[in-house]
Protein backbone atom coordinates (compact mmCIF):
# COMPACT_ATOMS: atom_id res chain seq x y z
CA UNK A 1 0.00 0.00 0.00
CA UNK A 2 0.69 3.45 -0.36
CA UNK A 3 0.29 6.40 2.16
CA UNK A 4 3.50 8.44 1.50
CA UNK A 5 3.24 10.05 -1.98
CA UNK A 6 -0.02 11.31 -0.98
CA UNK A 7 -1.07 11.71 3.06
CA UNK A 8 -4.79 12.20 2.56
CA UNK A 9 -5.34 9.30 0.70
CA UNK A 10 -4.24 5.44 1.01
CA UNK A 11 -3.89 3.35 -2.18
CA UNK A 12 -2.22 0.57 -3.93
CA UNK A 13 1.14 0.88 -4.85
CA UNK A 14 3.03 0.78 -7.92
CA UNK A 15 3.72 -2.64 -9.74
CA UNK A 16 7.09 -4.49 -10.02
CA UNK A 17 7.42 -5.67 -13.61
CA UNK A 18 10.07 -7.85 -14.92
CA UNK A 19 12.66 -5.88 -16.66
CA UNK A 20 15.44 -8.70 -17.71
CA UNK A 21 13.49 -10.46 -20.36
CA UNK A 22 15.24 -14.17 -20.44
CA UNK A 23 18.85 -12.28 -20.46
CA UNK A 24 18.97 -12.70 -16.74
CA UNK A 25 19.68 -16.55 -15.54
CA UNK A 26 21.05 -16.24 -12.01
CA UNK A 27 19.87 -14.70 -9.01
CA UNK A 28 21.08 -10.55 -8.71
CA UNK A 29 23.25 -10.06 -5.47
CA UNK A 30 24.78 -6.31 -6.37
CA UNK A 31 22.66 -3.56 -8.08
CA UNK A 32 25.17 -0.53 -8.84
CA UNK A 33 24.56 2.73 -10.92
CA UNK A 34 27.22 4.09 -13.42
CA UNK A 35 26.68 7.26 -14.79
CA UNK A 36 23.21 6.96 -16.74
CA UNK A 37 23.83 2.54 -17.11
CA UNK A 38 23.20 0.43 -14.33
CA UNK A 39 24.74 -2.94 -13.58
CA UNK A 40 23.90 -6.06 -12.20
CA UNK A 41 25.88 -8.77 -10.92
CA UNK A 42 24.39 -12.11 -9.84
CA UNK A 43 24.82 -15.65 -7.76
CA UNK A 44 26.73 -17.73 -10.49
CA UNK A 45 29.01 -14.59 -11.70
CA UNK A 46 26.53 -13.35 -14.55
CA UNK A 47 27.53 -9.53 -15.08
CA UNK A 48 24.63 -7.61 -17.07
CA UNK A 49 24.07 -4.02 -17.62
CA UNK A 50 21.03 -1.85 -18.76
CA UNK A 51 21.83 0.80 -20.74
CA UNK A 52 20.24 3.90 -19.62
CA UNK A 53 17.05 4.50 -17.85
CA UNK A 54 14.93 3.00 -20.78
CA UNK A 55 17.49 0.85 -22.39
CA UNK A 56 18.26 -3.17 -23.02
CA UNK A 57 19.15 -5.26 -20.68
CA UNK A 58 22.25 -7.62 -21.78
CA UNK A 59 25.12 -9.62 -20.49
CA UNK A 60 28.11 -7.81 -20.15
CA UNK A 61 30.19 -11.24 -19.08
CA UNK A 62 31.08 -13.60 -16.38
CA UNK A 63 33.37 -13.72 -13.88
CA UNK A 64 34.40 -17.43 -13.47
CA UNK A 65 33.91 -19.30 -9.60
CA UNK A 66 32.17 -16.58 -8.67
CA UNK A 67 28.79 -16.46 -6.19
CA UNK A 68 28.24 -12.73 -6.93
CA UNK A 69 29.71 -12.05 -3.69
CA UNK A 70 30.35 -7.71 -4.03
CA UNK A 71 30.44 -5.26 -6.42
CA UNK A 72 31.33 -1.10 -6.41
CA UNK A 73 32.14 1.13 -8.98
CA UNK A 74 35.69 3.22 -8.23
CA UNK A 75 37.85 5.53 -10.39
CA UNK A 76 36.44 4.62 -13.68
CA UNK A 77 35.95 0.54 -12.93
CA UNK A 78 33.23 -1.56 -11.71
CA UNK A 79 35.11 -4.29 -9.35
CA UNK A 80 33.32 -7.79 -8.71
CA UNK A 81 33.84 -9.90 -5.82
CA UNK A 82 34.44 -13.51 -6.23
CA UNK A 83 35.96 -16.93 -4.90
CA UNK A 84 39.62 -15.78 -4.02
CA UNK A 85 39.25 -13.15 -6.63
CA UNK A 86 38.68 -9.89 -7.58
CA UNK A 87 37.74 -8.54 -10.99
CA UNK A 88 37.02 -5.20 -12.88
CA UNK A 89 35.17 -3.91 -16.06
CA UNK A 90 36.49 -0.86 -17.64
CA UNK A 91 37.52 1.92 -18.53
CA UNK A 92 34.15 3.02 -18.27
CA UNK A 93 34.92 6.27 -19.92
CA UNK A 94 36.34 4.48 -22.76
CA UNK A 95 36.51 1.10 -24.21
CA UNK A 96 35.43 -1.13 -21.30
CA UNK A 97 36.46 -4.64 -21.14
CA UNK A 98 36.42 -7.38 -18.31
CA UNK A 99 39.44 -8.69 -16.58
CA UNK A 100 38.80 -11.77 -14.24
CA UNK A 101 40.67 -11.75 -11.92
CA UNK A 102 42.18 -8.74 -11.83
CA UNK A 103 46.08 -9.52 -10.89
CA UNK A 104 46.83 -7.25 -8.72
CA UNK A 105 44.43 -7.77 -5.80
CA UNK A 106 45.42 -10.67 -4.41
CA UNK A 107 45.07 -12.74 -1.14
CA UNK A 108 41.76 -12.91 -1.44
CA UNK A 109 39.74 -15.17 0.27
CA UNK A 110 37.15 -17.88 -0.19
CA UNK A 111 34.07 -15.72 1.61
CA UNK A 112 30.28 -16.26 1.11
CA UNK A 113 30.19 -12.21 0.76
CA UNK A 114 33.18 -9.84 -0.21
CA UNK A 115 31.60 -6.35 -0.08
CA UNK A 116 32.80 -3.02 -1.42
CA UNK A 117 32.68 0.43 -0.33
CA UNK A 118 34.17 3.50 -1.57
CA UNK A 119 35.95 5.07 1.58
CA UNK A 120 38.17 8.39 1.37
CA UNK A 121 40.34 7.64 -1.33
CA UNK A 122 39.95 3.87 -1.75
CA UNK A 123 37.70 1.33 -2.40
CA UNK A 124 37.71 -1.28 0.52
CA UNK A 125 36.63 -4.37 0.40
CA UNK A 126 35.44 -6.93 3.21
CA UNK A 127 37.70 -9.91 2.56
CA UNK A 128 37.43 -11.92 5.77
CA UNK A 129 38.44 -10.49 9.11
CA UNK A 130 40.74 -8.61 7.06
CA UNK A 131 39.49 -5.26 5.33
CA UNK A 132 41.65 -4.54 2.17
CA UNK A 133 41.87 -1.10 0.42
CA UNK A 134 43.07 -0.39 -3.40
CA UNK A 135 43.31 3.67 -4.25
CA UNK A 136 44.17 2.67 -8.24
CA UNK A 137 48.07 2.04 -7.34
CA UNK A 138 48.52 0.39 -4.12
CA UNK A 139 46.90 -2.56 -3.00
CA UNK A 140 46.69 -3.79 0.79
CA UNK A 141 45.10 -6.58 1.20
CA UNK A 142 45.46 -5.95 5.02
CA UNK A 143 44.81 -2.04 6.20
CA UNK A 144 42.97 -3.36 8.76
CA UNK A 145 42.78 -6.63 10.77
CA UNK A 146 39.46 -7.78 12.44
CA UNK A 147 39.81 -10.71 15.73
CA UNK A 148 39.77 -14.33 14.99
CA UNK A 149 37.28 -15.46 13.65
CA UNK A 150 35.15 -12.93 12.07
CA UNK A 151 34.10 -12.49 9.21
CA UNK A 152 32.94 -9.28 7.23
CA UNK A 153 29.62 -8.82 5.77
CA UNK A 154 28.79 -5.43 4.67
CA UNK A 155 30.06 -2.21 4.54
CA UNK A 156 28.85 1.51 4.71
CA UNK A 157 30.59 5.16 5.15
CA UNK A 158 29.05 7.17 7.77
CA UNK A 159 29.49 10.85 6.85
CA UNK A 160 32.54 10.11 5.23
CA UNK A 161 34.75 10.07 8.64
CA UNK A 162 33.86 6.75 9.29
CA UNK A 163 33.75 3.34 8.14
CA UNK A 164 30.84 1.45 9.12
CA UNK A 165 31.78 -2.81 9.19
CA UNK A 166 29.64 -5.41 9.84
CA UNK A 167 30.62 -8.60 10.85
CA UNK A 168 29.55 -12.08 11.69
CA UNK A 169 31.43 -14.95 13.79
CA UNK A 170 31.56 -18.45 12.92
CA UNK A 171 30.37 -20.34 9.57
CA UNK A 172 27.04 -18.97 9.31
CA UNK A 173 25.63 -15.41 10.24
CA UNK A 174 23.71 -16.77 13.48
CA UNK A 175 26.52 -18.99 14.39
CA UNK A 176 27.52 -16.99 17.06
CA UNK A 177 24.48 -14.77 19.09
CA UNK A 178 26.39 -11.88 19.71
CA UNK A 179 28.17 -9.51 16.64
CA UNK A 180 29.78 -6.37 16.10
CA UNK A 181 30.18 -3.48 14.16
CA UNK A 182 33.71 -2.19 13.89
CA UNK A 183 33.93 1.56 13.35
CA UNK A 184 37.61 2.91 11.55
CA UNK A 185 38.09 6.05 10.48
CA UNK A 186 40.60 5.27 7.52
CA UNK A 187 44.42 6.05 8.66
CA UNK A 188 44.65 4.20 12.07
CA UNK A 189 45.92 0.94 12.31
CA UNK A 190 42.96 -0.56 13.98
CA UNK A 191 39.71 0.20 14.32
CA UNK A 192 38.63 3.10 16.59
CA UNK A 193 35.30 1.80 17.99
CA UNK A 194 32.75 -0.72 18.47
CA UNK A 195 28.99 -0.83 18.35
CA UNK A 196 27.89 -4.04 20.12
CA UNK A 197 24.91 -6.04 18.84
CA UNK A 198 23.65 -9.04 21.38
CA UNK A 199 22.52 -10.93 19.04
CA UNK A 200 23.41 -12.88 15.83
CA UNK A 201 25.02 -11.43 12.71
CA UNK A 202 24.97 -8.36 11.20
CA UNK A 203 23.16 -9.11 7.72
CA UNK A 204 23.36 -5.62 6.57
CA UNK A 205 23.27 -1.65 7.26
CA UNK A 206 22.42 1.84 5.44
CA UNK A 207 23.34 4.84 6.48
CA UNK A 208 20.59 7.67 6.04
CA UNK A 209 20.04 11.24 8.00
CA UNK A 210 22.60 10.57 10.62
CA UNK A 211 21.51 7.49 11.36
CA UNK A 212 23.19 3.86 10.98
CA UNK A 213 20.15 1.52 9.88
CA UNK A 214 21.05 -1.91 10.89
CA UNK A 215 19.30 -5.77 9.99
CA UNK A 216 20.81 -8.03 12.52
CA UNK A 217 20.42 -11.71 13.61
CA UNK A 218 17.99 -14.43 11.97
CA UNK A 219 14.40 -12.86 13.64
CA UNK A 220 13.83 -10.03 10.98
CA UNK A 221 14.98 -7.20 13.64
CA UNK A 222 15.95 -3.70 12.57
CA UNK A 223 18.01 -1.40 14.32
CA UNK A 224 19.28 2.56 14.46
CA UNK A 225 22.11 3.68 15.73
CA UNK A 226 23.41 7.31 16.22
CA UNK A 227 25.76 7.30 19.17
CA UNK A 228 22.97 5.04 20.94
CA UNK A 229 21.52 2.02 19.42
CA UNK A 230 17.78 1.67 19.47
CA UNK A 231 15.97 -1.67 18.10
CA UNK A 232 13.13 -0.22 15.89
CA UNK A 233 10.90 -2.74 14.62
CA UNK A 234 10.66 -6.67 13.90
CA UNK A 235 9.53 -7.68 10.49
CA UNK A 236 5.68 -9.59 10.89
CA UNK A 237 5.05 -13.13 10.45
CA UNK A 238 8.30 -14.52 10.91
CA UNK A 239 7.03 -17.56 13.10
CA UNK A 240 8.52 -19.18 15.96
CA UNK A 241 11.61 -20.90 15.57
CA UNK A 242 11.93 -19.52 11.44
CA UNK A 243 14.32 -17.16 10.37
CA UNK A 244 14.82 -14.67 7.86
CA UNK A 245 17.69 -13.21 6.44
CA UNK A 246 18.56 -9.85 4.90
CA UNK A 247 21.46 -9.84 2.24
CA UNK A 248 23.75 -7.11 2.22
CA UNK A 249 23.14 -6.15 -1.44
CA UNK A 250 19.11 -5.67 -0.24
CA UNK A 251 19.18 -2.09 0.98
CA UNK A 252 18.83 1.14 -0.33
CA UNK A 253 17.21 4.90 -0.38
CA UNK A 254 14.63 5.48 -2.79
CA UNK A 255 13.00 9.32 -2.32
CA UNK A 256 13.94 9.57 1.06
CA UNK A 257 12.86 6.39 2.27
CA UNK A 258 14.84 3.62 3.25
CA UNK A 259 13.71 0.13 1.99
CA UNK A 260 14.84 -3.31 2.15
CA UNK A 261 14.38 -6.58 1.19
CA UNK A 262 13.25 -10.17 3.05
CA UNK A 263 16.19 -12.19 0.82
CA UNK A 264 16.48 -15.71 2.43
CA UNK A 265 15.27 -17.96 5.27
CA UNK A 266 13.06 -20.80 6.40
CA UNK A 267 9.92 -18.96 7.47
CA UNK A 268 7.14 -19.83 4.82
CA UNK A 269 5.44 -17.26 6.87
CA UNK A 270 6.81 -14.08 6.05
CA UNK A 271 6.17 -11.92 3.27
CA UNK A 272 8.94 -12.03 0.90
CA UNK A 273 9.20 -8.74 -0.72
CA UNK A 274 10.45 -5.02 -0.16
CA UNK A 275 9.76 -2.93 2.67
CA UNK A 276 9.75 0.53 4.10
CA UNK A 277 10.88 2.35 7.10
CA UNK A 278 10.25 5.73 7.43
CA UNK A 279 8.38 8.84 7.46
CA UNK A 280 6.65 11.28 4.72
CA UNK A 281 8.31 14.28 6.84
CA UNK A 282 8.97 15.14 10.19
CA UNK A 283 5.41 15.78 11.45
CA UNK A 284 4.54 11.83 10.81
CA UNK A 285 6.19 9.20 12.16
CA UNK A 286 8.26 6.55 11.09
CA UNK A 287 6.17 3.59 10.04
CA UNK A 288 7.18 0.15 8.84
CA UNK A 289 5.09 -1.04 5.24
CA UNK A 290 4.91 -3.75 3.03
CA UNK A 291 5.84 -2.16 -0.73
CA UNK A 292 6.78 -4.03 -3.54
CA UNK A 293 5.76 -8.05 -4.22
CA UNK A 294 7.98 -9.39 -6.65
CA UNK A 295 6.32 -9.90 -10.43
CA UNK A 296 3.67 -12.38 -9.95
CA UNK A 297 1.87 -14.07 -7.53
CA UNK A 298 4.01 -15.39 -5.05
CA UNK A 299 4.59 -13.45 -1.68
CA UNK A 300 5.65 -16.07 0.74
CA UNK A 301 7.57 -18.84 0.94
CA UNK A 302 11.24 -20.46 1.10
CA UNK A 303 11.16 -20.53 -3.14
CA UNK A 304 10.68 -16.34 -2.90
CA UNK A 305 14.55 -14.57 -2.30
CA UNK A 306 15.32 -10.88 -3.37
CA UNK A 307 19.23 -10.76 -3.69
CA UNK A 308 19.44 -7.21 -4.11
CA UNK A 309 17.20 -4.06 -4.42
CA UNK A 310 18.92 -0.38 -5.76
CA UNK A 311 17.02 3.04 -5.48
CA UNK A 312 18.91 4.78 -8.50
CA UNK A 313 16.33 7.73 -9.63
CA UNK A 314 12.73 8.52 -9.05
CA UNK A 315 11.65 6.39 -11.91
CA UNK A 316 14.55 3.27 -11.04
CA UNK A 317 13.68 1.31 -8.87
CA UNK A 318 14.97 -2.38 -9.45
CA UNK A 319 14.89 -5.62 -7.63
CA UNK A 320 16.44 -8.93 -8.17
CA UNK A 321 14.79 -11.92 -7.44
CA UNK A 322 14.19 -15.93 -7.43
CA UNK A 323 11.30 -18.16 -7.25
CA UNK A 324 12.50 -21.30 -7.29
CA UNK A 325 15.62 -22.77 -8.90
CA UNK A 326 16.03 -21.51 -12.49
CA UNK A 327 13.22 -18.74 -12.35
CA UNK A 328 14.86 -15.04 -11.59
CA UNK A 329 14.27 -11.68 -12.82
CA UNK A 330 14.85 -8.17 -12.42
CA UNK A 331 12.22 -6.03 -12.13
CA UNK A 332 11.34 -2.01 -11.79
CA UNK A 333 8.95 -0.55 -10.35
CA UNK A 334 6.45 0.95 -12.74
CA UNK A 335 5.87 4.51 -13.05
CA UNK A 336 2.51 3.59 -14.48
CA UNK A 337 0.71 0.71 -13.70
CA UNK A 338 -0.57 -0.64 -10.68
CA UNK A 339 -0.56 -3.66 -8.64
CA UNK A 340 -4.16 -5.02 -9.55
CA UNK A 341 -5.07 -5.59 -5.93
CA UNK A 342 -3.96 -4.30 -2.53
CA UNK A 343 -4.67 -5.17 1.10
CA UNK A 344 -5.37 -3.25 4.04
CA UNK A 345 -5.68 -4.19 8.03
CA UNK A 346 -6.06 -1.83 10.96
CA UNK A 347 -4.84 -1.57 14.37
CA UNK A 348 -7.02 -3.39 16.76
CA UNK A 349 -9.42 -1.16 17.98
CA UNK A 350 -10.36 -1.70 21.47
CA UNK A 351 -11.49 2.51 22.96
CA UNK A 352 -8.61 2.38 24.98
CA UNK A 353 -10.73 0.59 27.43
CA UNK A 354 -10.51 -3.59 26.59
CA UNK A 355 -12.18 -4.65 29.42
CA UNK A 356 -15.56 -3.07 28.14
CA UNK A 357 -17.72 -4.36 25.83
CA UNK A 358 -19.30 -2.47 22.49
CA UNK A 359 -21.65 -1.94 20.53
CA UNK A 360 -20.70 -1.26 16.77
CA UNK A 361 -24.00 0.00 14.48
CA UNK A 362 -22.17 1.61 11.23
CA UNK A 363 -19.25 0.61 9.38
CA UNK A 364 -18.11 3.92 6.27
CA UNK A 365 -15.87 3.07 3.68
CA UNK A 366 -14.76 7.11 1.86
CA UNK A 367 -12.63 6.80 -1.71
CA UNK A 368 -12.05 8.93 -4.26
CA UNK A 369 -14.47 8.26 -7.03
CA UNK A 370 -14.57 4.58 -7.84
CA UNK A 371 -13.72 3.83 -11.76
CA UNK A 372 -14.22 1.39 -14.14
CA UNK A 373 -12.49 -1.85 -12.70
CA UNK A 374 -12.17 -0.66 -9.06
CA UNK A 375 -13.76 -2.05 -6.27
CA UNK A 376 -13.39 -2.32 -2.40
CA UNK A 377 -14.35 -5.45 -0.29
CA UNK A 378 -14.69 -4.46 3.70
CA UNK A 379 -13.72 -6.98 5.85
CA UNK A 380 -13.82 -7.43 9.57
CA UNK A 381 -12.72 -9.63 12.77
CA UNK A 382 -14.23 -9.16 16.46
CA UNK A 383 -12.51 -10.19 19.34
CA UNK A 384 -8.91 -11.75 17.67
CA UNK A 385 -11.18 -13.90 15.79
CA UNK A 386 -8.90 -16.34 13.73
CA UNK A 387 -10.30 -15.22 10.49
CA UNK A 388 -11.59 -12.39 8.63
CA UNK A 389 -15.60 -12.08 7.85
CA UNK A 390 -16.68 -10.32 4.86
CA UNK A 391 -18.99 -7.00 5.36
CA UNK A 392 -19.92 -5.82 1.86
CA UNK A 393 -18.27 -4.80 -1.17
CA UNK A 394 -18.36 -1.12 -2.94
CA UNK A 395 -17.72 -1.63 -6.67
CA UNK A 396 -18.03 0.56 -9.41
CA UNK A 397 -19.88 -2.22 -11.31
CA UNK A 398 -22.38 -1.87 -9.05
CA UNK A 399 -22.62 1.06 -7.24
CA UNK A 400 -21.15 3.16 -10.21
CA UNK A 401 -18.88 6.31 -8.95
CA UNK A 402 -19.43 6.46 -5.47
CA UNK A 403 -17.68 8.24 -2.67
CA UNK A 404 -18.32 5.85 0.37
CA UNK A 405 -20.31 3.10 1.47
CA UNK A 406 -21.93 2.52 4.77
CA UNK A 407 -22.33 -0.68 6.32
CA UNK A 408 -25.29 -1.23 9.02
CA UNK A 409 -24.31 -3.42 11.71
CA UNK A 410 -25.09 -5.05 14.62
CA UNK A 411 -21.87 -6.47 16.36
CA UNK A 412 -21.32 -6.37 20.51
CA UNK A 413 -17.68 -7.11 21.00
CA UNK A 414 -14.88 -5.56 22.83
CA UNK A 415 -12.21 -5.46 20.38
CA UNK A 416 -12.44 -4.99 16.72
CA UNK A 417 -10.24 -4.93 13.57
CA UNK A 418 -11.28 -3.96 9.98
CA UNK A 419 -9.65 -4.82 6.46
CA UNK A 420 -9.77 -3.49 3.37
CA UNK A 421 -9.40 -5.72 0.27
CA UNK A 422 -8.91 -3.54 -3.42
CA UNK A 423 -9.26 -4.28 -6.72
CA UNK A 424 -7.94 -2.12 -9.60
CA UNK A 425 -7.73 -2.23 -13.68
CA UNK A 426 -3.84 -1.87 -13.53
CA UNK A 427 -4.02 1.80 -14.94
CA UNK A 428 -6.05 3.05 -11.70
CA UNK A 429 -6.30 1.81 -8.23
CA UNK A 430 -9.06 2.49 -5.32
CA UNK A 431 -7.64 5.77 -3.42
CA UNK A 432 -9.24 5.15 0.24
CA UNK A 433 -9.53 8.74 2.17
CA UNK A 434 -11.05 7.03 5.49
CA UNK A 435 -12.68 4.33 7.24
CA UNK A 436 -15.09 4.34 10.09
CA UNK A 437 -16.77 2.92 12.99
CA UNK A 438 -19.64 4.25 14.96
CA UNK A 439 -19.78 2.77 17.89
CA UNK A 440 -21.25 2.94 21.66
CA UNK A 441 -19.30 1.92 24.59
CA UNK A 442 -20.84 0.13 27.94
CA UNK A 443 -20.82 2.48 31.09
CA UNK A 444 -20.49 -1.04 33.18
CA UNK A 445 -17.79 -3.42 33.45
Not at 17 to 38: A, R, Y
Not at 145 to 166: E, N, Q, S, V
Not at 287 to 314: E, R
Not at 397 to 410: L, N, P, S
Request: proline share 4%.
Amino acid sequence: MDYRSDPDVLKTNYAATKNSGTIDTDLITWISPVNSDVYFYGNTGKFYKKTGGTGTFSLVGTVSTSQGQGMEFFNDYVYLGGSAAVSRYGPISGTPSLTTPYGTITSVGYETWLPMTNFINYICIGNGRYLSTYDGTTYTYNSLTLPPGYHIRCLTAITGKFLAIGTYQGDSINAVGNSKIFLWDGTATTYNDIIEINEGGVNAMLFHQNNLYIWAGIHGNMYAWNGNLVKLKRIPFVGVGKYIEVYPGAVTVQNGIPYFAVSNGDSTTVYRGVYSYGQINKNYSNSLNFDYPISGTTNQGTAVIIGAVKGVSPSQFYIGWQNGAGTVGVDQISTSLYYTSSRFESMVFDDKQPYKGKYAKIVKASFRPLATGESVAVEYKLDNASSWTALGTASYTTDGAITEKRFTVDWRAKEFQLALANVGNGTTAPQITSLGMLIDTEEFL
